[in-house]
């Protein structure tokens, strides 16, 4: 069975500082992955996505994420951090063909001034 | 093009009722998932409707079910609620027919069983 993995409940990052959100995955075939984020009490908005070719993927608000096969992994990732990003991130798992996803725990990401 | 829509948005319900939650998928979307998301957690998958038929669920009982309409909304009914209940229902619809599996989620309807 597929599952995802986000080990941080919680990340407080000062605005301008560089974040990295942590995303490992089990999935026994080719992974599609997907970074969503959710403000409060609003529904899910996706931030990029990868399906296959070029392992850093580029999305949207500035952020990126890398695949690394080998370490099961799908870390995002933003250089400078803005206050309205605060939000939580929550990492996800799809198979080819079929638009069910997994997600993970979910990250809530607190901006600092 | 219109974009995900559910209804209603809040919802209040008592413990043994039924509820009955409505999406319309996006323009050109045959597929509609549900999910379902409690407090501090994240989704987690309950049914999918392709071209009317389910196809798909996740470990959820028989008094959730669904139904897909011809033009791809669909309706989320769960029958005699239990307090575990209350939690934010997302719908994703999505274009099964592509090679592409993107969902795209609307904004919930959060539902609180008293």
């Known amino acids: 069975a597929q599952s995802v993995t986000q080990p941080d409940i919680h990340i407080t990052v000062s605005e301008g500082a560089s974040l990295e959100l942590r995303c490992n995955y089990s999935?026994?075939?080719?992974?599609?992955l997907f970074w969503y984020v959710q403000s409060p009490g609003q529904g899910l908005q996706l931030l990029l996505k990868y399906f296959s070719g070029d392992t850093l993927v580029q999305g949207i608000k500035g952020f990126e994420a890398e695949f690394k096969r080998s370490q099961s992994s799908f870390n995002l990732r933003k250089p400078s951090v803005h206050w309205s990003d605060a939000a939580e991130y929550f990492c996800?798992?799809?198979?080819?063909?079929?638009?069910?996803?997994?997600f993970g725990k979910g990250t809530m990401l607190l901006v600092s001034p | 093009e219109t974009g995900v829509t559910q209804s209603p948005t809040h919802l209040i319900k008592t413990r043994g009722q039924q509820v009955t939650l409505r999406c319309s998928s996006q323009?050109?979307?045959?597929?509609v998932s549900w999910y379902q998301q409690a407090l501090g957690q994240g989704p987690q998958f309950i049914f999918q409707y392709y071209r009317e038929e389910e196809n798909g669920r996740g470990n959820f009982p028989p008094r959730f079910s669904g139904l897909q309409f011809p033009n791809y909304s669909s309706e989320l009914n769960v029958n005699a609620l239990e307090l575990d209940d209350s939690a934010l229902y997302l719908c994703?619809?999505?274009?099964?027919?592509?090679?592409?599996?993107?969902?795209?989620f609307g904004q919930g309807t959060r539902l609180t069983v008293v």
């Open positions: 996800a798992v799809g198979a080819q063909g079929y638009s069910t996803l997994t």
């Open positions: 994703a619809s999505s274009p099964m027919d592509s090679s592409n599996t993107e969902a795209f």
């Open positions: 323009s050109g979307h045959n597929t």
């Open positions: 999935y026994g075939a080719t992974p599609y």
